[in-house]
């Protein structure tokens, strides 16, 4: 096993009677493309300013390149951020912007302009260098910022939420342009978003956050197919929920239908079974069947989610029909329909 | 459906406003070059009461005094009420009273406020001069530089004093190089203003300068000529003076428009 890149260990933050961080302990790799999920106030963007410096633990090690720096302040830190607001200098050009940090490590005045330049084109922005950033669009001036932290090249590089203002065309471009700088640059990149889509696209490994502590942490695969708790179900994709009873091992939903599990709920008693929207299937296989009436179909382009609504759940069970299955079998609101899942994609979780 | 504004009609009452105000002065501009002196008539253009003006002693007196007032506590206010402004901002969240307060001088009558200086001043029993000025109008220019470089906080983005960190820069060097070049415009604009309202205000000046002829400014030794009627030189002094600050506070309208210079 390689030495990590970061280890946070047992860390934790207080503010007043609130537990912004309650005892976190994780590892990051050289070159990761790890991504910090959360919704607000999970602590996420607290954890973040905590490894850029800002914040000081209250307990527990940040060790980075296993020298321990979680009292070192931010501008002595080989660690960048590229702020949520960008936070560019307003009186600055772009290239006047890039150069600051570079200044700062006090580099000979050629080498700096050298970089400067290296990064204008790798972010595309050649020809903006003199403007300044109020004469920028949007997403020249993330792409700015991300070079102006990019520069430095740090051995972490943290972004606090960097596509959340920009427009949802643009976002899925630019998911795609951060992932070829990182793999180009080669700098373990760390991510803040409450965008669940986002650090599943983008992300080598994810972790979720919630309440100051640490939910889950694996691979998007990992965290949507194997998700450990009701919560991280819940908050990852979308999830239909069957409140059962579990009594010696056999699950029974509301309606006193048997639901089968690969697994069953440890102490028996209260919990629910889970199971992705495109689990469910109209052809009649799988060893879990429920009945229910179609409240309402929308056509999504590359399938069809299918509302029904079921003595099975308290909420419409949501269906995804792949384009092909929707028109082998159509269905309109009205339609009493059973739909199948294997025991494999059940997941059960105790209250 | 047409529009109720007649254009023709905005047009008359917006030149009858214009000539209400700048008639006056376009008057007092004019008989500042008037040969003869005399309000009643018309002699000939000459600047000879320019030249009277400055080889008058006192009035030259009076505007070296006026000058040290006006640059002093123009300095002196423009420190402490940036300071005072960035001190604010940061406690912000800690309610308004504060600010209430800090800009109490700006709204009370200036005669209120100079009766309650003198008393407080022979309270303490200070000798009353150019130093007692200078403190008095320290207080009211600090609400005015505090006001104008608060409206430019409102819209400071404090994330730069972080990044600017985190790119590696010292609090020293953030303060140079980030900090003060964003809120320059602001302070500039703030100290233009306070320069121009110590320049010419005169009730405050009146009531804490104390006795004798020492401490007299530029408006006091104007009141005191004007007793004795409006000579042409007070024309010209006056001509001078509204000049200097027209172009202060036109300089100190367009820093503080918001941008930043190059912009």
New interface residues.
Partial sequence: MNQPLLSIRGAQKHFGPVRAIDGIDLDIQENEFFALLGASGSGKTTLLRML???EMPDGGQILLDNQDVSHI????RPV??M???Y?????MSVAQNIA??LE??KLPKAQIKARVDEILQVIQLGDLARR?P?QLSGGQRQRVALA??LV?RPRLLLLDEPLGALDKKLRGDMQLELKRIQLEFGITFIIVTHDQEEALVMADRVAILKDGKLLQCGTPHQIYEQPESRFAADFIGVMNFFPVTDVAGILTAQDGSVITADRTLTKGGQGVAAVRPERLRLDGVGDNAITGTVTATAYHGLDLQVHLRTPAAPDPVVMRLTADAAEARPLAAGDTVTVHWSARDTRVFAD | MRSIANPRLMLMILSAVFAFLYIPISVLFALSFNEGGLPTAWTGFSVKWYGELFRNSDIMGAALNTLIVAVVSTILATVLGTLLAVGVEIRRRKGRFLETIIFAPMIIPDIVLAIALLSFFSLLNVVMGLHTIIVSHVVFNLAFVCSVVRARLKTFDWSIVEASTDLGAPMIVTLWRVVLPVMLPAVIAGALLAFTLSLDEFIIAFFTAGAGRDSITLPMQIYAMIRFGITPEINALAAIVMTVSVVILALSQRLNRGGLPGQ
């Fill in positions: 850029a410096g800002f302040p931010p501008n002595k960048n951020l702020f949520q607001s936070a560019l200098f307003p009186h600051y940090g700062m490590e300044k109020d102006r932290a430095k």
